[in-house]
């Protein structure tokens, strides 16, 4: 459509020089490319070797009398979610090749089976009353302030990181409603390290969702800082040798998203005026407060 537009209006900029990608669903393909990793294993197809997602499936989860949850609406496009699936994984496979956080795959077994864990855990006791009534009890008697825990679906992102955010502060209750049913996944240390560290990691993309997606009108001039506060937070996840191998490659798989999309913004007309408008406008508003300190009369 971009290539049609540029060819169609002639008289005026159009194609790649004018078009403006949306910073949400850029947002969408890092966090993706995160949690690719997690959630996707390792299979022999046709004789190579293949990502395959590997995704809890929400009906195999309820179970009779549970109550059910409704998921929201959502209508895939084919060709879009086929692009962006194919990016992600040339991300994931590009972080492969540089070969410069190396994790065994033992560890990534480890790691997906946490990931799946927490799915499990928190659709179980999403879906069931009794589970939540008692999670609840727990919470009282620790001193915890009580929270629903949240499921992940599958077409949602943010659910991820929102089911991260709904576990870590009830950890103590968890583990006291674990031990009492022992058909409930439950975690060791190194597993509540790694819900914790990936939490931290996803923190920040909910926020800027929740920020841009809140705005009535786009905000070109907002992009550009946006994405270097992202890139700042995965520099530093990428850097903190604290943190665990699994969890720096992530970072790296989601920082080449990052890049890749940071790139096309150099040949974007539009986010060049953007962001020259919003300089001189906030150097002009400098030199005005700055005047108006000076000058009581204006």
Known sequence: MIDALELKLLDCPAGESSRVRCMCHVINLVVCAI???????KVIVDGKEALVDDDEDDDDLAEDGEEELEEEDYEPDPGRDSEDREIVLQAFKDVEEE????????DWKSARTTMRSTQRLTKRVHFSMPLRDELETHCVKSGLKYRTLKRTVATRWNTYAIMFASIIPMREAVKRLLRNHKDLPAFNADEWILIEQLEELLRPFVYLTEHMSGKTRPLIHEVIPFIDSINKKLETVIDNQSKLDC???????GRNILDKYYAKTDDSLVYRCAMS???????????????????PYF
Not at 247 to 253: K, M, Q, Y
Not at 277 to 295: D, I, Q, T, V
């Open 35 to 41: 949690l690719k990793p997690f959630k996707s294993k």
């Open 99 to 106: 070969a410069e956080i190396y994790v065994p795959e033992d």
């Open 247 to 253: 969890v720096r490659f992530a970072a790296r798989c």
């Open 277 to 295: 408008g919003f300089s001189l406008f906030f150097l002009f508003a400098r030199l005005f407060h700055s005047l108006c300190a000076n000058r």
